[in-house]
T-cell receptor, first 116, second 111 residues
């Protein structure tokens, strides 16, 4: 496996379900991100982890809960979602040198989420 | 809030034509990136421009960063069907190098 891999690629869930999205990066990077991509909107940054510590949380509803157990893995736990949460969820990683992040992101293929 | 405006949002052209897409902002960025996203895939980084006025070439793609580091353009020469995709510009700023994305330009190159 190379790059950034996300599973599942597609997920359909009801509003009362609990599910998780998984991301794994094989690039040796030390920062990982969750982005949300909706139609006709720019990519929205949800969470940033640097060295397994959450450094940014962009006012994301609590029904989204991130988890970063180590620098290679990132999860997004989903609970009691709304239909408007249907979107493509993208994981990305990057490398920070001495605290300065180059900003160059390496994305996974995304998890297409549909909430019924 | 930093906003990046991309234009046009949609572009459909014939194979062999040239095109330019634009990315504009009122904010200054430390660097600017261009990504291409194909259907069903995540965005892939094409280039990063850092210096005001910088021009970078990637085969038939030419990227330019504005002198004031607020805007950028992407010019494609002799477009091919393989160039089809969503082109995203992204501005990098802040101590943590926060990345702000534009809404994208959806390009279709017809054979």
């Amino acid at each position: 496996e190379t790059g950034v891999t996300q599973t599942p690629r597609h997920l359909v869930m009801g509003m009362t379900n609990k599910k998780s999205l998984k991301c794994e990066q094989h690039l040796g990077h030390n920062a990982m991100y969750w982005y949300k991509q909706s139609a006709k909107k720019p990519l929205e940054l949800m969470f940033v982890y640097s060295l397994e510590e959450r450094v940014e949380n962009n006012s994301v509803p609590s029904r989204f809960s991130p988890e970063c157990p180590n620098s290679s893995h990132l999860f997004l736990h989903l609970h009691t979602l709304q239909p408007e949460d249907s979107a493509l969820y993208l994981c990305a990683s990057s490398q920070a040198y001495r605290g300065i992040n180059t900003g160059e992101l390496f994305f996974g293929e995304g998890s297409r989420l549909t909430v019924l | 809030t930093q906003l990046l405006e991309q234009s046009p949002q949609f572009l459909s052209i014939q194979e062999g034509e040239n095109l330019t897409v634009y990315c504009n902002s009122s904010s200054v960025f430390s660097s600017l990136q261009w990504y291409r996203q194909e259907p069903g895939e995540g965005p892939v980084l094409l280039v990063t421009v850092v210096t005001g006025g910088e021009v970078k070439k990637l085969k038939r793609l030419t990227f330019q960063f504005g002198d004031a580091r607020k805007d950028s353009s992407l010019h494609i020469t002799a477009a091919q069907p393989g160039d089809t995709g969503l082109y995203l510009c992204a501005g990098v700023s802040g101590g943590y190098q926060k990345v702000t994305f534009g809404i994208g330009t959806k390009l279709q190159v017809i054979p």
